[in-house]
């Protein structure tokens, strides 16, 4: 009965960001709690020339972290939503507010059991990117190497189980009260949501990850993984040399890149 009542009004909460977007189609589609729906469309926004999946994204951007990634991975279920819709939650971004390098600070040197002065010779609490599960600072480690460090958000595992308990409630439901949705699988969908998400907040599988992939392209020129320090990578710290690279996104700069390896070789 609590847990029913406490998603209850954090469903409420759902769709009410949605309604401030004119997103509700996916609650009404799935069919939960049809009153409550009916209620929260008196707080709908009005007169939105947005794409439904362009609403769709900046509520679920509104909603936080664990929707972020929600919305991220629906844009792999075509099957779930259209196409169009899909479409714009792959272009969902991740960005989130930074929280503060002394929190960062704090920790590392709980994770790491050491001093961060003990840890790096300089470490600059302004983060150069902030994400939806970690930001990343620039360090330079005390033996003189440059490094990123990659810490994840204070509380940000307390969140997700949160908000996935409200996943599973909502599968739950919709498996239950809406026989034609039975075989997208619900519940299943969300526990391999659930799964990736705790891989990705143990930040010693993506090193582990990381590391293997820069062994697969050990004798590939033209790739290179930045190498872990795993003397300061733990569960919720990640220590990885600072390299200079082309974002894989930059086609252009790749291309260019290309061809100009194409012409030293042939020189």
């Not at 620039?138 to 990659?150: E, I, N, P």
């Not at 204070?154 to 075989?183: C, H, K, N, S």
């Amino acid at each position: 009965m609590f847990r029913a009542l406490r998603n209850s009004w954090r469903l409420l909460r759902l769709a009410l960001s949605f309604a401030r977007q004119d997103a509700l189609f996916p609650l009404e589609i799935l069919g939960i709690a049809p009153a409550l729906i009916a209620w929260v469309r008196l707080f709908r926004s009005r007169r939105d020339r947005r794409r439904p999946g362009e609403r769709l994204a900046a509520a679920l951007q509104d909603m936080g972290p664990s929707f972020i990634k929600l919305g991220q991975a629906l844009s792999t279920r075509a099957d779930l939503l259209s196409e169009e819709v899909a479409a714009d939650l792959a272009r969902l971004q991740d960005h989130l507010p930074a929280f503060p390098g002394s929190e960062a600070r704090a920790t590392i040197e709980r994770e790491l059991g050491q001093p961060i002065d003990a840890l790096f010779a300089s470490f600059d609490d302004q983060p150069v990117a902030a994400a939806s599960i970690a930001q990343v600072h620039f360090a330079v480690t005390t033996d003189g190497r440059d490094v990123a460090v990659k810490v994840l958000r204070p509380g940000i595992d307390a969140a997700f189980r949160r908000d996935l308990d409200l996943f599973y409630w909502m599968a739950e439901l919709v498996e239950r009260t809406q026989p034609r949705f039975r075989r997208l699988k619900p519940v299943e969908s969300v526990r391999a949501f659930a799964d990736v998400v705790r891989i990705e907040m143990d930040l010693r599988m993506e090193a582990a990850a990381a590391e293997e992939l820069g062994e697969n392209f050990r004798d590939d020129p033209r790739y290179r993984a930045p190498a872990i320090d795993w003397d300061r990578t733990a569960e919720r710290v990640l220590t990885l040399e600072r390299v200079v690279g082309t974002p894989i996104g930059d086609r252009e700069a790749i291309v260019r890149s290309e061809e100009h390896t194409s012409e030293l070789q042939s020189h």
